[in-house]
Antibody
Framework: EVQLVESGGGVVRPGGSLRLSCVAS????????MSWVRQAPGKGLEWVSD????????GFADFVKGRFTISRDNAKNSLYLQMNSLRAEDTAFYHC???????????????WGQGTLVTVSS | QSVLTQPPSVSAAPGQKVTISCSGS????????VSWYQQLPGTAPKLLIY???KRPSGIPDRFSGSKSETSATLGIAGLQTGDEADYYC???????????FGGGTKLTVL
């Protein structure tokens, strides 16, 4: 059974930093690209970032470029999101997700974690 | 403002069929595959449809997907109260180089 378990969320002040982690199990982690998708409370889904199987290629939504970095450790079956210069509008549940690709392009997400809540507030 | 446009809500009676539309453009739906997700209250999204019309293992055939030019449609037949959820469409946008989602549609089974 595929499982994705996020951690690292919490309350942080505007301008602060936070590092999210996701531990994957139930599949061969380094066979897949991975994503972070966020959802503000009561709102819709927003893709944040993704990374290919070996970390050699990454993508970011415009609203986080230059502030967030994504990385992975295949030996630990883990995905990370380093979030810097946080803003109030970054408040959301952040879901770790397994991404399916074709010819290197993202197609869809086939498994999602429950998410970890990040609250940016003074 | 989402790149893909969905109706905010739809409703129908148990046993009936409902369709949810997802409208985009040539840079997303028009030239890429569409996927659909179900999010039951308080849970993570779940993949319902991928590659426009394919169902993952375990998804009943009451759920169907189709695509025509720059629009896609999710159909749910034989509605059950357990289908009450938010539904999202998603695809790759070649101009934005981003995965994009619709704003979500809340399904109410009356």
């Amino acid at each position: 059974e595929v499982q994705l378990v996020e951690s690292g969320g919490g309350v942080v002040r505007p301008g602060g930093s936070l590092r999210l982690s996701c531990v994957a199990s139930g599949f061969t982690f380094d066979d897949y690209a991975m994503s972070w998708v966020r959802q503000a409370p009561g709102k819709g889904l927003e893709w944040v970032s993704d990374i290919n199987w070996n970390g050699g290629s990454t993508g970011f939504a415009d609203f986080v470029k230059g502030r967030f970095t994504i990385s992975r450790d295949n030996a630990k079956n883990s995905l990370y999101l380093q979030m810097n210069s946080l803003r109030a509008e970054d408040t959301a549940f952040y879901h770790c997700a397994r991404q399916r690709r074709k010819s290197g392009y993202p197609l869809y997400i086939d498994y999602w974690g429950q998410g970890t809540l990040v609250t940016v507030s003074s | 403002q989402s790149v893909l446009t969905q109706p905010p809500s739809v409703s129908a009676a148990p046993g009936q069929k409902v369709t949810i539309s997802c409208s985009g453009s040539s840079s997303n739906i028009g030239n890429n595959y569409v996927s659909w997700y179900q999010q039951l209250p308080g849970t993570a999204p779940k993949l319902l449809i991928y590659d426009n019309n394919k169902r993952p293992s375990g998804i009943p055939d009451r759920f169907s997907g189709s695509k025509s030019e720059t629009s896609a449609t999710l159909g749910i037949a034989g509605l059950q109260t357990g289908d009450e959820a938010d539904y999202y469409c998603g695809t790759w946008d070649s101009s934005l180089s981003a995965l994009v989602f619709g704003g979500g549609t809340k399904l109410t089974v009356l």
